[in-house]
């Protein structure tokens, strides 16, 4: 076995000026333990700019609901570079979509939304509708997981990219189908010229998963957010589509955010990696820093996570024990403390800031305690210890076995 995903922080160092900087590059190992080869990485993909093309600060949304208030998203601030790939990574329901349908501009109508989202310098929150839709699509563009509803069933691929291209511009029909062809190639579909006339029910999921992205493209966009474009797919198409997207990308010059549950998607992907738990980034850096100087405990439990590379194909590690709070009334203090085997007193007092891990500059970390993890040869190992021996009845202490009350906190 040559290059894996880094599941381990044990794994060795990377090479210093890769990339992605580990050695992920070449494959991507799956949720489910299966190791899928990609022949394109992000060693092959052009380098990002460093002209800013997309600026998220201080972003919250929340929905009134009879519940109370659901607070989904409560602080996200990031930075997309021309041609970067940020991975944006959390367990289901921890503001990733959230997030992105705001920079969209798709959040339903109740949402609250405060903050900024800056494309290109200007405010998209300040936009009148008019000019939000126009953005929409052609330069900020969207992949979802399920192609199935973005797709009409009863009109002709052809029609569908030719309408996204006549949206936007005042071009003959003509001229939106060739486009629509030219695309179709780009994104690996043969028979481009054929294939315009068929329907996406004659299209497999993959090859559906490829039209959408042709869809993305067909404007030159300069954002693309594929949020979780890959879950609905077996690993081997997972694998094609992802690498399907980076050359995408240098093809129209965009920057992509690459939303997913699963970091084992992020490895080999994305320059760039945000961590998110209960609607906030905990971890943000360099991927290669993220995955080999963890510093905050939800991330190293998502690593830990990740299926064993030598163990047993497929098996898991150790899963992270408990569920994410509720968003309408988060526990006090870290909201990870309920699940998290370093919490103490401090950690149920005050909420973490997100700040500089005192290493690379572009590290931050929100964790009282990241200076354990810094000093752990292994932070994964936090978990696997919890989990074998949780602290009986200490209510100074928070693990696996309070979990049970995560929800209710
Ligand atoms: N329209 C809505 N009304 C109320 N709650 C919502 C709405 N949309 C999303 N949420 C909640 O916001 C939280 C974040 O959702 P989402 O961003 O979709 O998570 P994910 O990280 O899985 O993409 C979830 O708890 C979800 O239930
Ligand atoms: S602040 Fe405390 S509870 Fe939160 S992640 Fe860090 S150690 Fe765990
Ligand atoms: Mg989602």
Known sequence: MSSLTPASPAAPEPPPGSPVGNPAAEAVLTEAG???????????????AEEEILAVRDLTVSFPTDDGLVRAVRGVSYTLRAREVLGIVGESGSGKSVSSMAVMGLLPRGARVEGSILYRGRDLLTLRPRERRSLR??????????????LNPVRSIGDQLAEAVLAHRLVPRRQALARAREMLDLVGIPQAERRLGSYPHEFSGGMRQRVMIAMAIINDPDVIIADEPTTALDVTVQAQILEKLLEVKDAVNA??????????????MAHRTLVMYAGK???????????????????????????????????RLRPIGGTPPSLINLPAGCPFSPRCPLADAACREREPDLVPDGGDAGHLAACHHSDRLAAAEDPTAFFAAAASAPPANDPASNDTASNDTAEEA
């Open 137 to 150: 699509g052609r330069k900020i563009a969207m992949i979802f997981q399920d192609p199935m509803t973005s």
């Open 34 to 48: 299966e190791e899928v080869h990609t022949a394109r990485t992000l060693a092959d993909a052009r380098p990002p």
């Open 255 to 268: 920057a992509i955010l690459l939303i997913t549950h699963d970091l084992g998607v992020i490895a080999g």
């Open 281 to 315: 980034p905990v971890e943000v850096g360099r991927t290669d820093e993220v995955f080999y100087r963890t510093r905050m405990p939800y991330t190293a439990g998502l690593l830990g996570s990740l299926p064993s590379l030598d163990g047993a194909r497929g098996e």
